[in-house]
C-alpha cells in the first residue's frame, strides 16, 4: 500500500539594515562628513524544524509491506477486527495489536503481536480462525470449541529488508515468525506455528503502489503431535487520491490443508493520513470460496509510541 510520507520544513529570517549619511559643507574646499548609524542588532535565523517521521503500516489488508519502520521509532499497529463463516466457523471479534521497532541501520525490523481480546463462535468441526495480526488474517489454524473468549497467541517476527527500491528494483524482504500459543486451545490451536513470508513492494508512479507476498506456514495440529503445511498468496494494489487518501484492492488466497479448505478472499480498503505520523484505515474482504470467511472487516490506525533511539 501506498505510503504517504510528507513534512513540512519552516524558516524565517529578518534583516534590516540602515545607512545616514550627512554632509555639512561651509565653504569651497572644505570636507564633508558622513555619518554611520550604529546597526540595530536584528534576530537570528530560526532552525528550520525538524521533518516529522512518517509511519509505514501494513494495515489493512492482508498483504504485507517489504519496506520497513523508521529506524529508532517504536510504531504500533491496532485494529478492532470481526469475521463472519468460513469453515465452520460463526463469527468471531478481536482487537489485535502489533509492535514494530528497526535498527540504526534501517535493515532489520523486529515485530511482535497478539491477538489482544477474542470472542468467537463456532458452528462445530474444524473453524478458520485468524491468528497473528492486526488485519486478522495471516494463518488460518482450527478451533473447535462451540463459544469461547480469552486473550489470544502471541507472534514474534523479525524481517529483513535486502534490497532497497530503485527506479529499476523493487522492495526485496524475508520475515520469519514463530507463533506462541498463548490463547491455549479455546481461542487457538493450542499449538505452535512457524512462518515464512517473501515480501517485494514497488512505487509504481508517486500514485500507485503495490505489495506481493508469498509465504509457507507450519501449522500445528489441534489434539496431534504432528502439524501441516499451508502456502499463503496475496498481492495488493494501492492509489493515492486527494486530502490524505489511498484506496486500495487486494486478492488473498491460503492453500486447503488438514485443518481447512483452500481459502480466496477479494478485499477492499482504504487509509486516511491527517499527518505522516498517523494513519487510520478501514477493510471489508468477501469469501470467494466455500472455507473462506463470508466478510471480514476490520478499523484500526497506525502511530508511533515513542522514539527509542
Known sequence: ??????????????????????????????????????????????????????????????????????????EMESGLNSVKGGAGLSYQFSQAFLLKLTDRPGRTEFRLSTDGYVVQKTSGGTAAVTTGTPNGSTVVAANTNSFAQGFGDTTFGVQHLFVAQTPKTYNLAARLE????????????????????????????DKFHADYNLGQALL???????SVGQTFAPA???????????VQTE???????????????NG?????????????DGYIGFGLTRSAPKYTVT????????RLF
Do not use: W
Not at 530560526?46 to 492482508?62: D, K, L, M, Q
Not at 495488493?236 to 489511498?246: D, I, K, L, N, R
Not at 478499523?299 to 515513542?306: A, C, M, P
Open 251 to 265: 486478492f488473498y488466497g491460503f492453500s486447503g490443508s488438514a485443518l481447512n479448505g483452500t481459502n480466496i478472499v
Open 1 to 74: 500500500m501506498s505510503r504517504i510520507s510528507a513534512g513540512r520544513v519552516f524558516a524565517a529570517a529578518v534583516g534590516t539594515a540602515a545607512v545616514g549619511t550627512a554632509a555639512v559643507g561651509t565653504a569651497a574646499c572644505s570636507a564633508a562628513h558622513a555619518q554611520q548609524p550604529t546597526p540595530t542588532p536584528q534576530p537570528a535565523a530560526e532552525p528550520a524544524a525538524a521533518t516529522e517521521p512518517a509511519v509505514n503500516p501494513g494495515r489493512p489488508t492482508v498483504t504485507d509491506v517489504a519496506n520497513l519502520t523508521v529506524p529508532g521509532y517504536l
Open 268 to 280: 477492499y480498503g482504504f487509509t486516511y493520513t491527517p499527518r505522516p505520523s498517523v494513519v487510520y
Open 236 to 246: 495488493a494494489f494501492s492509489y493515492q487520491v486527494p486530502h490524505g487518501f489511498t
Open 178 to 205: 514463530y507463533k506462541l500459543p498463548t490463547g491455549g486451545s479455546r481461542v487457538g490451536t493450542g499449538k505452535s506455528d512457524y512462518n515464512a513470508l517473501l515480501l517485494a513492494s514497488k512505487d509504481y508512479t
Open 299 to 306: 478499523v484500526g490506525r497506525t502511530f508511533f509510541l515513542e
Open 220 to 226: 500445528g495440529r489441534p489434539n496431534r503431535s504432528s
